[in-house]
């Protein structure tokens, strides 16, 4: 299994380009979030899904769109990108969405916008 | 708000000295995770605690829940290099099932 994997591993932008962070896991997992990572911040959750075609904001889902097609890829989409959206991206999952269980890390998107 | 506080921020420890974080709950949590993030890396998983009064042990890494459940330490014996990063705990809230993150402890070992 390749477990939880994230493209790119970095990225650039511009201010107002828009673009879409890939997030996939082979594990069947049902429950998918993305996480971003800012320093003194700690891990704040942008959005989550508890399965295919559920979708829910998390504490900081302004500016992030997503959707959740398919049980195993969970994109994250920037639609007009700003400087404070300068972050490491981190996509997670695990096996049920009743989070009694252990989360499963992606390695991780490290996005600057300019 | 539902927060869990986390300390020390940050450590620095000679290569041998023990090592503790501490996290703290404004309510009761329905179990406690730990993860730990070594530089550049991402967060791994290291232990889940359900119990009250539970205790876990990994090597050296002690892990410890509160009776009332509403905290929750690590303790590192000896540390060596090898376990330098950031060190979370992650609490599921025991009434909306949510998972609330510390904000970490990172952890520098001088050799």
């Known amino acids: 299994n390749a477990g939880v994997t994230q493209t790119p591993k970095f990225q650039v932008l511009k201010t107002g380009q828009s673009m879409t962070l890939q997030c996939a896991q082979d594990?069947?997992?049902?429950?998918m979030s993305w996480y971003r990572q800012d320093p003194g911040m700690g891990l704040r959750l942008i959005h989550y899904?508890?399965?295919?075609?559920?979708?829910d904001q998390g504490e900081v889902p302004n500016g992030y769109n997503v959707s959740r097609s398919t049980t195993e890829d969970f994109p994250l989409r920037l639609l007009s990108a700003a400087p404070s959206q300068t972050s490491v991206y981190f996509c997670?999952?695990?096996?049920?969405?009743?989070?009694?269980?252990?989360?499963?890390f992606g390695p991780g998107t490290r996005l600057t916008v300019l | 708000g539902q927060q869990v506080m986390q300390i020390p921020q940050y450590q620095h420890v000679q290569e041998g000295e023990d090592f503790t974080t501490y996290c703290n709950s404004s309510t009761t949590l329905s179990n406690i995770q730990w993860y730990k993030q070594r530089p550049g890396g991402h967060p791994v998983f290291l232990i889940q605690?359900?119990?009250s009064g539970e205790v876990k042990k990994q090597k050296r890494l002690t892990f410890q829940f509160g009776e009332a459940k509403k905290n929750s330490s690590l303790h590192i014996t000896a540390t060596q290099t090898t376990d330098v990063g950031t060190y979370f705990c992650a609490g599921q809230d025991g009434n909306n099932r949510k998972l609330i993150w510390g904000l970490g402890t990172s952890l520098a070992v001088n050799p």
């Open positions: 899904s508890v399965g295919a075609g559920i979708t």
């Open positions: 594990m069947n997992h049902e429950y």
């Open positions: 997670a999952s695990s096996y049920s969405w009743d989070l009694d269980n252990e989360q499963f």
């Open positions: 605690l359900v119990k």
